[in-house]
């Protein structure tokens, strides 16, 4: 009996010998797998004779009853492809290969039903199979960001993944999707985490999203348009807890039941086309960080809850939060409400009063008070509100030639001074309620109140928002102007409408003559008084032969010194489509200036540029000034387009990261610009001079803060409102730093405004050699991929500690950007050639890594190749974020502290734009079964 005890147990000894035996067919793929590898000495794997599955096992390779279950190879720098039949890996569950080099064609995973974990993610994949999801029915996470997956044409999302309806984390971040969202991921019912950042999606959020347990939504900064339309269904989604939809084109307003994501920790909303109030749901929310900043908000600013708020660049009637609108505001932001909150409006109705600033279509009385509203032909869409009964001054309404509906407001009988409602041309019901003696009711043109009119046409696709209302002249002329009739027009003949409207043009056109006169002399009279500056700025279609380059004028304080040097006409044009700046505030008398500068002395020279020399000063309040100064003699037409640009760019951008323009000065030959004073001069001296200059170097923090702080300033240039800024002669020597070496943009003499940030702009060669783009330097046509390119060097310059062009280099070296692209990939080669002023120690390898693969996408030769400057914010955060903990990191990095304010004039840093949280997703837990070595798989 014991023999056969014992004969038994050596018989399941030898069965379970045998069942750890590697499958034959698992051993040949892992075979294939390290020899289509460049370096697979990495892996450590024994020769082909041992058992990968052991006993011992291969390092990175699980196994269970001699099948391979796990491949965990992250982060080893491995370079190669996939075999193609790696597929047959059918028991394969989890797999690992993410941050490393893999490349070519990504082999279909089709068939791997019992795959739960693949992170693929940042590697060098350049295609993916269309059956690649198929079969994938028990997969958890996918992670397959930073692949240039199809990067010609892109690829789509195909719907056999709508079978993996066991996903929790979907991850495919800057890997080039195409096409709208597909909505069988709002069916997943446990699906956690959806991020589908820096693509080409277009399109809305599903409708199946409604009601879905997704905690976080990542649809940041897709590229060609973005996503749109409203973002409604979000508020329907109770568990998000982090929400990104930041650098696309969502319209419409925010959700008033927003308030019940009572979960919800971070949302982003920057860079879209969002309108209307703030709904108090969500200033009510306790989120840990909330970004609005350029959309087109209107009313108060609310009191926030929220730890972290930023809502710069929209139309708030005030900055300060918490306070009110002024009644007649309110009353037209209501009004607006109704319409749908149009954009041609919104961006011109600024400001906390009707009667002064730029709100189109507004005229008002000598009281300060609203008297006419003319907003005709603009294609408003939407009701007539009853809120306009709160104008009690008004008088006149004309709304004619638009497409608005609903029912005439009996509210607006009230209005005791109203003696003209124009409602021609549109589409509204009856009835149309009756209004006193004297008031001329138009309402022609609308089919169900005027049965002689054509049947009723909706509305055409909507004009460009930037199309400025076409009525502002029309809106002077009639201001004062009324109608001597008391007969209501409501289905009067046509013939007798038409007399009385020619009567009143007729009666307004010869009052407006008369107001025009007075006007003008009374002008005059205040410009003898007090020079007044201001700068006129033409769009691109207006200018003959412009090459969308945008005519700059500065007006009236300008003018005499332009007549003395014959270089620009001293009348400038101005219509509906020309935008009038006034910078009276900006002007600083030259003795001031002298004064400041100690007379120009030689000893305050801080440096010397093309435009001239500069110089450091002190104004009478201790206000410490940097001035650029022409050189004598007569001012140059390129000297003098620099002046006007730079001060017009200033005059419309404020940044913490953009050096502040002060003021300006003309006289005689000299042309002075005024600019706060940076006491650590420019990066160029701490990178190239350092030792000449007995300064020190600057650490590896100090430097990826100091890209940062550009990355952030240059991406507000790029995406200002519905503006794009292109500065064009971006480089280490116009990047000034602050006495905490934080880092502001300057230099703005060649800043182009372009069309919009994808179509590019011809234009004269300007900037230097080392920092242009190749497509620029070649064909002269620019985009913001222009300043992405000479951001690029940048880095590479903080990297290396060389100058972008150097003619003392060696030829291969000359070229810092050419001469980077033959190492970068060679992680050795990239060490070496590191500034040894760094002393850099192996502790923030990892992070040079990062910024010089950040650098090589910044200067790809192909524009499309480059990322857009949001883009190298995430990147650069994230490697601020991990120093936040130490006390001397934070001083330098962290971007709540804004520095020593006495450094600018108050009333001109009233709109200083402070950049937002640009921060990534991070914080996952491990998968079920993975050891905690394989956490940061997780953390995306």
Known sequence: MKLTHIFAVLLIYLAQGAIGTTDPNDFRILTDFRNGLENPDLLKWPGSGDDPCGPPAWPHVFCSNGRVTQIQVQGVGLKGPLPHNFNQLDKLQNLGLQRNHFNGDLPSFSGLSNLQYAYLDYNDFDTIPSDFFNGLRNVRVLALDDNPFNKTYGWSIPSDLAESTQLVNFSCSNCNIVGEIPDFFGGFRSLNMLRLSSNKLSGEIPSSFRGSTLHVLLLNDQEGGGLSGSIDIIATMLELTQVWLHGNQFTGSIPGN????????????????LVGLIPKGLSDLNLESLNLDNNMFMGPVPQFKSAKVSYDSNSFCESNPGGQCAPQVSALLDFLHDLNYPEKLISRWTGNDPCEGPW??????????????????????????????????????????NYLHGVVPTDLTLLTSLRLLNLSGNNFDPPVPVFKNGV??????????????????????????????????????????????????????????VAIILSAVAVSAFLAVVLIVVYCLKKRKQTQKKPRGGIVITPPKELPNSHNEVKIEIIDALSSFEAQNNSYNTNPTTNNNTRVIEVENLVFSIDVIRK?????????????????VVYKGELENGTKIAVKRTEAGPVCNKASNEFRT??????????????????????????????????????????FHWRRLNLEPLDWEKRVCIALDVARGVEYLHNLGHQTFIHRDLKSANILLDDDFRAKVSDF????????????????LAGTFGYLSPEYAVTGKITTKVDVFSFGVVLLELLTGLAALDERRSEEKRYLAEWFWGIKSNRGALIDSVDPALDAKEDVHESIYVVAELAGHCTARDPSNRPDMGHAVNVLTRLVEKWKPYEETERFCDDDVIGDTSLGLPQLLKGWQEEGDTRDFSGASKPPGMPDSFRSADAR
């Open 258 to 273: 927003i308030g019940s994501l009572t979960s919800l920790k971070e949302l982003n909303l920057n860079r879209n086309r």
């Open 360 to 401: 189109w279509g507004i005229s008002c009385n000598s009281k300060n008070e609203v008297s006419i509203i003319n907003l005709k032909n603009l294609g408003l869409e939407g009701t007539l509100s009853p809120s306009l009964a709160d104008l009690p001054s008004l008088l006149e309404i004309h709304l004619e030639g």
């Open 440 to 497: 001329t009711v138009v309402v022609s043109g609308n089919p169900k109140l005027d049965p002689s009119s054509p049947p009723y046409v909706g509305p055409p696709v909507r004009p460009s928002p930037n199309e400025p209302p076409s009525n502002g002249a029309d809106s002077s002329a009639r201001k004062g102007s009324g109608s001597n009739s008391h007969t209501n027009v409501y289905n009067e003949p046509k013939s007798r409408v």
């Open 596 to 612: 400041a500068t100690n007379d120009f002395r030689k000893e305050n020279e801080i440096g010397r540029g093309g435009f001239g």
């Open 646 to 687: 730079e001060i017009s760019v200033l005059s419309e951008v404020r940044h913490r990261h953009l050096v502040s323009l002060l003021g300006y000065s003309v006289g005689g030959n000299e042309m002075l610009l005024v600019y706060e004073y940076m006491s650590q001069g420019a990066l160029s001296r701490h990178l």
């Open 749 to 764: 003499g060649l800043v182009k405004l372009a069309l919009d940030s994808e179509r590019s702009v011809a234009t004269r």
